[in-house]
């Protein structure tokens, strides 16, 4: 079982919301992922935690905020996004830091 | 820097043939390298991973990797109109903790009935 859930699966929010993207794994990973993909273009790393520590946090702006609750749970806050912040948002974990498995992904319309 | 460089296409290959798509990477310290399949609007599918030089066979897809021309490959035999896709090269430099992947911008498949 390589399942890694996202929810929810669309998102559509002004710039002045405050929302939460949610994504879930049970299979003991201990690395889990966000990723930024925009439309025709690869995806682009986000943040890392590894074993619930934030370890990569690729100079995204403040307005995106991850929190890592637990092993199996990883969370990104949005606040006061920007049009150009809409895209598809993946998580992905893995198990010894090197295979990822990804979520369906979160394709987020700002407005 | 670290950079993976795929050629865009769209690549067309006739169903029932090979299709050969490629991948370099400049980082030397590369150490693990992984194929996803992406379908429009759907997010990455892992295919194939590999971590040394040669080949890495499963069903009909060939994974084959040379470091020193820093050089990856996948090979899809007796390609299907299922398999009509975009194809991202991931690279994977581990420093010792959780690093993130560097995908190349993909390579879109078409696969001709």
């Known amino acids: 079982d390589t399942e890694v859930t996202q929810t929810p699966k669309h998102l559509v929010m002004g710039m002045t919301n405050k929302k939460s993207l949610k994504c879930e794994q049970h299979?003991?990973?201990?690395?889990m992922y966000w990723y930024k993909q925009k439309a025709k273009k690869p995806p682009e790393l986000m943040f890392v935690?590894?074993?619930?520590?934030?370890?990569i946090n690729e100079s995204v702006p403040s307005r995106f905020s991850p929190e890592c609750p637990n092993s199996s749970l990883l969370n990104l806050h949005l606040h006061a996004l920007q049009p150009e912040d809409s895209a598809l948002y993946l998580c992905?974990?893995?198990?010894?830091?090197?295979?990822?498995?990804f979520g369906a992904g979160t394709r987020l319309s700002v407005l | 820097q670290k950079e993976v460089e795929q050629n865009s296409g769209p690549l067309s290959v006739p169903e029932g043939a090979i299709a050969s798509l490629n991948c370099t990477y400049s980082?030397?310290?590369?150490?693990?390298f992984f194929w996803y399949r992406q379908y429009s609007g759907k997010s990455p599918e892992l295919i194939m991973f590999?971590?040394?030089?040669g080949d890495k066979e499963d069903g009909r897809f060939t994974a084959q990797l040379n470091k020193a021309s820093q050089y990856v490959s996948l090979l899809i035999r007796d390609s299907q109109p299922s398999d009509s896709a975009t194809y991202l090269c991931?690279?994977?430099?581990?420093?010792?903790?959780?690093?993130?992947?560097?995908f190349g911008k993909g390579t879109h498949l078409i696969i001709q009935p």
């Open positions: 992905a974990s893995s198990l010894n830091q090197n295979i990822q498995y």
């Open positions: 299979m003991g990973h201990r690395a």
């Open positions: 935690y590894s074993y619930e520590k934030l370890s």
């Open positions: 980082d030397r310290g590369s150490q693990s």
């Open positions: 590999i971590y040394s030089n």
């Open positions: 991931a690279v994977l430099v581990t420093g010792g903790g959780a690093d993130g992947l560097t």
